[in-house]
């Protein structure tokens, strides 16, 4: 696994975001439901998990979540959850318990260090100081100095609430925004040469790495590699390493 674990970043931190689509409550469940999936993932490869930015959901669920999974080789694990992950289910928000098809996006990028070169000018930025919100819990302090950051040529935006100093806030900000910078310049660079890279494709909505069946069978299937688990609970319990190790496998020749 290690000598598969080669590339540039691989080694870094890595940040994660997540973002529920159409649906309402059952996407923000199934936003929660891959949240845990990872953390409890993290837990039991002894990395260290800091939620950066958190969004409750109204009724049940999040809105969006960005969190940092910290140890070496983070990135390089986590690059394959990247993508459009698909639940099928019967709905327990839904009276009539009829069966709901919803998807949930996944974006990783490497934690960029401080003396990587990325330009920003300080005019194309926003910075704006509001209180932090949302249901809190365990994972996110309850504190009164987040800060949000626009990068206005891109329109990227970074909110950061965990922590206690504005200062520090910022600092974490600006290196989220720094790597997501980064990540953009190497989409770039990557777009360049896709057409030499056949077998690489975009991540688009609705173009989903993983399905994950409840309903009417119990199956989760990736739709890269081809794995197909029928251990539902074991999966979202955090075992993804089946997942990943095949991912890393396959496309080593590619990435």
């Known amino acids: 696994m290690r000598l598969l674990l080669n590339k540039e970043h691989d080694k870094n931190n890595a940040i994660v975001s997540i ?6 409550t059952e996407s923000q469940d199934w936003a929660e439901m891959l949240m845990r999936m990872y953390l409890r993932w993290a ?3 002894g990395f260290k998990v800091n939620i950066i930015d958190l969004q409750s959901g109204e009724e049940a669920g999040i809105k969006d979540v960005t969190f940092t999974v910290e140890g070496l080789y983070a990135y390089g694990y ?11 289910r019967i709905s327990p928000f839904d009276a009539n318990k009829r069966r ?10 490497p934690e960029i260090e401080d003396n990587i070169e990325v ?6 930025l926003r910075i704006d100081t509001f209180r932090a919100s949302g249901a809190g819990g365990q994972h996110v302090n309850k504190v009164s100095s987040a800060v949000r950051i626009v990068h206005i040529p891109t329109g990227i935006i970074v909110n950061c609430q965990t922590e206690r100093s504005q200062h520090r806030n910022k600092e974490i900000a600006m290196k989220i925004l720094r790597s997501k910078l980064y990540a953009l310049l190497q989409k770039e660079q990557e777009d360049k040469i896709k057409s030499i890279i056949s077998d690489k494709k975009d991540i688009a909505w609705g173009n989903q790495i993983r399905s994950y069946i409840l309903h009417p069978y119990r199956l989760i299937k990736d739709h890269r590699t081809d ?3 029928y251990d539902v609970e074991q999966i979202l319990d955090g075992d993804i390493d089946v997942f990943i190790e095949a991912y890393l496998k396959r496309f ?4």
């Open 19 to 24: 973002h529920p689509g159409a649906g309402g």
């Open 43 to 45: 837990e039991k490869k």
């Open 78 to 88: 986590l690059k394959s959850e990247a993508g459009v992950h698909r639940l099928v």
């Open 100 to 109: 709901h098809t919803s998807f949930v996006a996944v974006s990783v990028y």
């Open 119 to 124: 330009e920003i000018n300080d005019e194309d």
């Open 227 to 229: 794995i197909e688990i």
């Open 252 to 255: 080593s020749s590619v990435f």
